[in-house]
Nanobody, 129 residues
């Protein structure tokens, strides 16, 4: 399984921006679907955004228009650009990957947590009011 390493979290004021990065190991990154989820203590992990092999994207309604997911296959990296941040965006953000079932298949974006095969360790994002 690929290893995923997130970076870019931190403390930002409401209205500010942050960019999260996630580097994945593995030689077939371009065929993965990649996603970002977030979790607040005491609550279930929730979907934020996903990007498929075809660069089609999905977003949670709560972040649509403020967050942008993108990928750079040459760098095995997925990004989450977060703008107009709100205190309710405060959470630990996790990067995750969906692997193709075989080498002839590539994976589309998914909102379903159970579809994801590998997870990063998480990075804290704190938005102050």
């Amino acid at each position: 399984q690929a290893q995923l390493v997130e970076s870019g979290g931190g403390l930002v004021q409401a209205g500010g921006s942050l960019r999260l990065s996630c580097v994945a190991s593995g030689r077939t990154f371009s065929s993965y679907a990649m996603g970002w989820f977030r979790q607040v203590p005491g609550k279930e992990r929730e979907f934020v955004a996903s990007i498929g092999w075809d660069e089609r994207t999905l977003y949670a309604n709560s972040v649509k228009g403020r967050f942008t997911i993108s990928r750079d296959n040459a760098k095995n990296t997925v990004y989450l650009q977060m703008s107009s941040l709100k205190p309710e965006d405060t959470a630990v953000y996790y990067c995750a990957a969906v692997y193709p079932p075989d080498s002839r298949v590539a994976v589309r974006a998914s909102m379903r947590e159970n579809d994801y095969d590998s997870w990063g360790q998480g990075t804290q994002v704190t938005v102050s009011s």
